[in-house]
């Protein structure tokens, strides 16, 4: 095994490994998005019963974290990493050559399972080389590296669909964790030196979750992320059906707008890592999360008005960029509290974030092709409590 790593900070290519390990939950998501409604029509689904596949890899990511995050504190962070990159490529081979939608679920459960140790890991590996406003400043670099797959994995998922169906968009998936788990054997060494690892077996795990539930400095941080993620993700999980079926877009043309509103979360996410050096993580949260029900609301209201695409965009643009300086403030805000167990802190942010999110994405597809009103009242449902619960509950800097 690799000697721990040097915790004067990562390297450039470590931080870009970061941000790839950390993107798994956007390339699992947002890669077929412009392939749902083909999918439906393929498998003989309805919309609702295809949202699920949305929902089970949401649920496997929130899973996924909390079984890895607190196996990282005790037993390092470099092994349980490796495995949950090539489970996850076994899993993304499963899925395209899932035969019936039941069996999509279940593939898409498995891959979220593994692809949540990239998440939780690499969170846990920030804080093992950093802290403070330099976290604060590292997540949002890392949140403005996986932008950038919001950003990519649309297109690209659009152009494979000119040459192959939705299975070959699993297929590249598959492909891709290969080269992925190469470079993150040869780059990333262990963070976590023994002498700083968390043993205690169940009981132990238990204990230091209801600690951190019952902390004011981490669980009013983690909600207000976690609510924030889930207006973001009301967006991402309904967009595909609304834009396309209720408004008549292309693939192609969704995944443009998909991308300019992917291009607002990276450039607000390396401005808000940017402020957090000057005003602190904190101070962010509070201040940006009104941001976040202003355009949740704004998307409910347009909605309501059948205002029609222009302006609903306009609303989720403004949602992305909101969104975008609270998550990687929150996150740092929430796992400032607890130093000593950093891989059970990311697994219950990943918890709550992929837990909101898999709840969100059957609602949004409650209205189906018909009409968005069950996406906006979901976004702006979850952006109003953001906010509640940031001004109410969360500590004041």
């Known amino acids: 095994m690799r000697a721990p790593a040097d915790p004067g900070g990562p390297t450039r290519a470590q931080i870009a490994l970061l941000g790839a390990l950390s993107a798994f939950g956007p390339l699992s998501l947002d890669s077929y998005l412009p392939a749902l409604p083909g999918l439906a029509r393929d498998l003989h689904a309805s919309a609702p019963a295809v949202q699920l596949t949305v929902t089970a890899c949401m649920a496997g990511l929130g899973a996924g974290q909390l079984l890895a995050g607190p196996l990282s504190d005790a037993r390092g962070r470099r092994r349980p990493l490796l495995a949950g990159v090539a489970c996850y490529g076994a899993a993304s081979a499963a899925c395209a050559l899932a035969p019936s939608i039941w069996a999509l679920i279940l593939c898409r459960l498995m891959q979220g399972l593994a692809g949540g140790a990239g998440i939780v890991i690499a969170r846990a590996i920030v804080r093992d080389l950093t802290g403070g406003p330099a976290a604060a400043r590292l997540f949002a670099l890392l949140a403005g590296v996986t932008g950038l797959v ?16 939705w299975r070959g968009v699993f297929g590249a998936l598959a492909a891709i964790s290969v080269p992925l788990a190469a470079v993150t054997a040869a780059l990333l060494p262990e963070t976590l030196p023994s002498a700083r690892r968390r043993g205690g077996g169940l009981q132990a795990v ?154 969100v994405a059957p609602l949004v597809g409650i209205g189906g092709g018909r009409d968005a009103l069950a996406m906006a009242l979901v976004i702006a449902a979850a952006g109003v409590a953001a906010l509640m619960v940031a001004w109410t509950l969360a500590p004041r800097p």
């Not at 919001?150 to 169906?165: N, Y």
């Not at 808000?272 to 940006?288: I, N, T």
Request: net charge positive.
């Open 150 to 165: 919001p950003v990519c994995a649309p297109l690209v998922g659009a152009q494979l669909l000119r040459l192959v169906a």
């Open 206 to 359: 238990t204990a230091t979750f209801a600690q951190l539930i019952a902390d004011r400095r981490f669980w009013p941080y983690a909600a207000a992320f976690s609510l924030s993620f889930a207006a973001m993700f009301g967006y991402i999980s309904g967009s595909s059906f609304v834009v396309q079926d209720v408004f008549g877009a292309t693939p192609q043309l969704f995944s443009y707008l998909f991308a300019t509103n992917a291009a607002a979360l990276i450039a607000a996410s390396l401005l808000g890592g940017r402020l957090a050096a000057a005003r602190g993580p904190v101070a962010m949260v509070h201040r940006c999360v009104p941001a976040v029900a202003l355009a949740a609301l704004g998307v409910l209201v347009v909605t309501l008005l059948h205002a029609g695409l222009a302006p609903l965009e306009a609303c989720f643009f403004l949602l992305a960029g909101s969104c975008g300086l609270v998550l990687p403030n929150g996150t740092a805000a929430a796992m400032a509290a607890r130093r000593d167990a950093l891989g059970a802190a990311s697994a219950l942010l990943g918890v709550g974030q992929f837990g909101a999110g898999a709840l």
